[in-house]
């Protein structure tokens, strides 16, 4: 496939490099230190100019390519990109990355109206990803799959847990929940029975939303489980906003902390069950006042990402059940996580993953990654073709060319827990995790 990637700061350029390894790839910036540092790193071909213009576009390739993606820091010269790659080739499939909600609600509500085949909005993504993990409070990375019926969580083993140092044979999973890997910051490998399951390591787990849940309160007895209800939500920008508009189609009435007068006057509007508290977020006095340690869970989605590790910590300090923060700037994760911080969401590696998620092979409904990029958790629809359909998966296994595991499989709007016995059928999605390094070759495979 040939893709052209226009703008390559730190979303197109991670873009590029996850695509350059199996397509021909060209990355289109005005920035020529942007352009030398893809090139670097990653097998790509460059072209320097501005993506907005139609020669450029002409000269980059995009008439004859399979994918245009528009990821400049421009809303409206991605969506210009886009409509202009449709117009040289109808057979292209553009993608263009947007900050602003109005875009992507317009984009919603009427595809034609921008002429772009897929809109991504970063803070959206990210205000999904914080309400589905405050759905799951004792796990610290959350994904739902076939319209929420497998959920995929990550959780850390405890010092203390029942489980520390047992074998994944000798715990009794329940139905319902798969356990697929395990690891920690050098490396991953899938569970086997054998596998140990060692204190401070994560684990991944997927299953049906209440299994995975009974598991999470196996694996840390002494957590509090408990419907999350009260959300304090530090930051009243876009981010914050979707946030509470989503906990408010839940029926929840968060409380939501805004510095900026006008902006919490307009926020006070828009959300009529949310209380806006004008106020700055990282006064601890106020955050006391406020009953952080009654909280079930804080997010904080304040800019920059230091005065959310700020904010965080406080929160921490004052009690609070649960807190989760935004961390923009993916180095920063690690200290988050040191300076004990239960959940980060990263909204630059929600927009590369929604991305990816089209570039994959054909059948594949979502993607996430975990475990700094080292392994995939995809959704796939079976078809006809594939080796795994009509035969037990213990044998159909043995036509793909590497290891992977079935955490579930939805058939007919029911979740299975797969077995090796288990016959898969045509139309079946299964939610399975890979390894990254042979996730393309699984996948075409299957």
């Not at 299953?207 to 009260?230: C, D, H, M, W, Y």
């Not at 006057?265 to 006064?283: G, I, R, W």
Request: include cysteine; charge should be negative; hydrophobic fraction near 40%.
């Amino acid at each position: 496939m040939k893709v052209v990637v226009i703008g390559v700061g730190q979303v197109g350029s991670s873009v590029a490099h996850a695509l350059a390894e199996d397509h021909e790839v060209i990355a289109v910036d005005k920035n020529p230190d942007r352009l030398d540092s893809v090139r670097a790193e990653t097998d790509v071909l460059t072209y320097e100019g501005d993506g907005a213009r139609l020669e450029v576009l002409k000269t980059a390739g995009v008439p004859s390519a399979d994918l245009v993606i528009g990821s400049t820091s421009d809303d409206r010269s991605n969506i210009l990109i886009c409509s202009t790659a449709r117009a040289l080739c109808e057979s292209t499939f553009t993608i263009a990355r947007v900050a602003e909600t109005e875009y992507l609600a317009t984009w919603s509500q009427l595809r034609e109206a921008f002429n772009v085949d897929l809109m991504v909005g970063a803070d959206h993504l990210t205000a999904r990803s914080i309400v589905e993990v405050a759905g799951l409070p004792t796990a610290r990375d959350v994904e739902y799959f076939g319209q929420g019926r497998v959920v995929m969580a990550e959780f850390t083993i405890p010092e203390e847990s029942p489980v520390a140092e047992a074998t994944v044979q000798a715990i009794n999973l329940s139905d319902g929940v798969n356990l697929v890997a395990v690891f920690d910051d050098d490396q991953m490998e899938i569970v086997r029975g054998k596998t140990h399951l060692h204190p401070g390591h994560r684990l991944l787990a997927i299953g049906k939303p209440t299994q995975v849940e009974r598991f999470g309160s196996k694996l840390a007895p002494e957590a509090r489980l408990k419907n999350i209800r009260r959300v304090l939500i530090l930051g009243g920008g876009e981010i914050g906003y979707q946030t509470a508009r989503l906990l408010e189609q839940r029926g929840l009435e968060p409380r939501l902390v805004e510095i900026d007068s006008e902006r919490a006057q307009t926020l006070a509007q828009e959300l009529p069950d949310t209380l806006v508290l004008h106020d700055d977020a990282t006064n601890p006095d106020f955050l006391r006042q406020e009953g952080v340690a009654d909280t079930d869970l804080v997010v904080s989605a304040l800019t920059p990402d230091e005065r959310n590790l700020l904010t965080s910590v406080l929160s921490r300090e004052l009690g609070a059940e649960q807190v989760l923060s935004v961390v923009h700037n993916g180095a920063y994760e690690p200290l988050f996580a040191r300076s004990g911080i239960d959940v980060t969401v990263n909204p630059r590696r929600e927009v590369i993953e929604e991305i990816l998620r089209h570039t994959r092979a054909r059948g594949v409904e979502k993607i996430t990654f975990v475990g700094h990029e080292q392994g995939e958790v995809v959704e796939v629809e079976l078809d006809d073709d594939s080796p795994l359909a009509g035969t037990p998966l213990e044998d159909a296994a043995q036509a793909i060319p590497h290891n992977f595991v079935i955490g579930a499989v939805i058939r007919n709007g029911d979740v299975l827990t797969p077995r090796g016995k288990t016959v898969l059928e045509r139309g079946d999605h299964v939610v399975m995790f890979v390894d990254a390094d042979v996730a393309d070759e699984v996948l075409e495979a299957i």
